[in-house]
T-cell receptor, first 115, second 114 residues
Framework: EAGVAQSPRYKIIEKRQSVAFWCNPI?????LYWYQQILGQGPKLLIQ????????DSQLPKDRFSAERLKGVDSTLKIQPAKLEDSAVYLC?????????????FGPGTRLTVL | AQTVTQSQPEMSVQEAETVTLSCTYD???????LFWYKQPPSRQMILVIR??????QNATENRFSVNFQKAAKSFSLKISDSQLGDTAMYFC???????????FGQGTTLQVKP
């Protein structure tokens, strides 16, 4: 079974530029998560989708971050414009269903450096 | 709001020995789940072990076991017979049973020395 795929793996941009990350969850997984992991910290949930609807985006900085999950499969996370403090690893995860016992499977992440 | 605290930023252990990683959490909920995740240097996070709060029996997965103390809100991970492949960052995480949202601790970097 293929895992969660993310691209690109690395991205370097200058502040005020825009960037987009792509995630392809495990086939059949209804729930998709985007996390931000700043160096030396644990991941922080940015947004959670159930199929193509948003379940929780309470910690998404909506003035600069946006995310979509068209057709309930792939997802894109965008930052526009980027700030220095956005430098982090962005992790995508998926689970079969929004159930309390469902394991979240994580992708390899995209490491973003904002100069 | 729930919080998860890991008070040991770094730990090391000799190969084949046992090590315990600490985790405490704060919540007013009664129904929840606790997890330990491993993040090797390649950065792909994988689940190590999980504990349902309503279960009194501590979870065990091969060399990994937990000590779940619900009243003390403590959830430690014991790794027995440590192996070089156990070298990684370990995250303790809390999940509210209503929201399914994972809240992670700051992580503990574990190095297993030969």
């Amino acid at each position: 079974e293929a895992g969660v795929a993310q691209s690109p793996r690395y991205k370097i941009i200058e502040k005020r530029q825009s960037v987009a990350f792509w995630c392809n969850p495990i086939s059949g997984h209804a729930t998709l998560y985007w996390y931000q992991q700043i160096l030396g910290q644990g991941p922080k949930l940015l947004i959670q989708f159930q199929n193509n609807g948003v379940v929780d985006d309470s910690q998404l900085p909506k003035d600069r971050f946006s995310a979509e999950r068209l057709k309930g499969v792939d997802s894109t996370l965008k930052i526009q414009p980027a700030k220095l403090e956005d430098s982090a690893v962005y992790l995508c995860a998926s689970s079969f269903f929004r159930g309390t016992h469902d394991e979240q499977f994580f992708g390899p992440g995209t490491r973003l450096t904002v100069l | 709001a729930q919080t998860v605290t890991q008070s040991q930023p770094e730990m090391s252990v000799q190969e084949a020995e046992t090590v315990t990683l600490s985790c405490t959490y704060d919540t007013s909920e009664n129904n929840y789940y606790l997890f330990w995740y491993k993040q090797p240097p390649s950065r792909q996070m994988i689940l190590v072990i999980r504990q349902e709060a309503y279960k009194q029996q501590n979870a065990t997965e091969n060399r990994f076991s937990v000590n779940f103390q619900k009243a003390a809100k403590s959830f430690s991970l014991k790794i027995s017979d440590s192996q070089l492949g156990d070298t990684a960052m370990y995250f303790c995480a809390f999940m509210n049973s209503n929201t399914g949202k994972l809240i992670f601790g700051q992580g503990t970097t574990l190095q297993v020395k030969p």
